[in-house]
C-alpha cells in the first residue's frame, strides 16, 4: 500500500474505534471522570517547600536504616548458614 491508502485505513480505524466507544458511552464516562478527578485534585492541599524538604530526609533516612538492617540480617544468617554448613 502507498501512503495515502495507509493513511486512510488508520482513519477509518481511529474513526470507527471513536464512533464505536461514543456509541456505547465510553467518551462520556472518560469525560465526568476527568472533570471529577480535576474538581477532587482542586480540594487537595499540597505541601509547602520545607514541608517537601523534611519529608524527603526522612524517607532518604528511613530508607538507609532499612537497607543497613536488611543487610546486617543478611550477614548474619551467612554466617550462621557457614557455620552449620563448612566450605570443604
Same mark, same amino acid.
Not at 27 to 47: A, D, F, G, I, N
Given at each position: 500500500?502507498n501512503g495515502?491508502?495507509?493513511l ?10 471513536f464512533?464505536? /466507544?461514543?456509541h +456505547?458511552g ?7 471522570y476527568?472533570? =471529577?478527578?480535576?474538581? =477532587?485534585l482542586?480540594k487537595c ?5 520545607? =514541608?517537601? +524538604? ?8 528511613t530508607?538507609? /536504616? ?7 540480617v543478611?550477614?548474619?544468617?551467612? +554466617?550462621g548458614?557457614r557455620?552449620? /554448613?563448612?566450605a570443604?
Amino acid at each position: 500500500m502507498n501512503g495515502l491508502g495507509t493513511l486512510i485505513v488508520w482513519v477509518l480505524i481511529i474513526g470507527g474505534t471513536f464512533a464505536y /466507544l461514543w456509541h +456505547k458511552g465510553h467518551l462520556m464516562r472518560l469525560s465526568r471522570y476527568v472533570v =471529577e478527578t480535576r474538581e =477532587e485534585l482542586r480540594k487537595c492541599t499540597w505541601p509547602t517547600w520545607p =514541608e517537601l +524538604k523534611g519529608s524527603t530526609v526522612v524517607v532518604m533516612i528511613t530508607i538507609l /536504616l532499612l537497607g543497613l538492617y536488611i543487610a546486617g540480617v543478611d550477614f548474619a544468617i551467612l +554466617k550462621g548458614i557457614r557455620l552449620v /554448613l563448612p566450605a570443604h
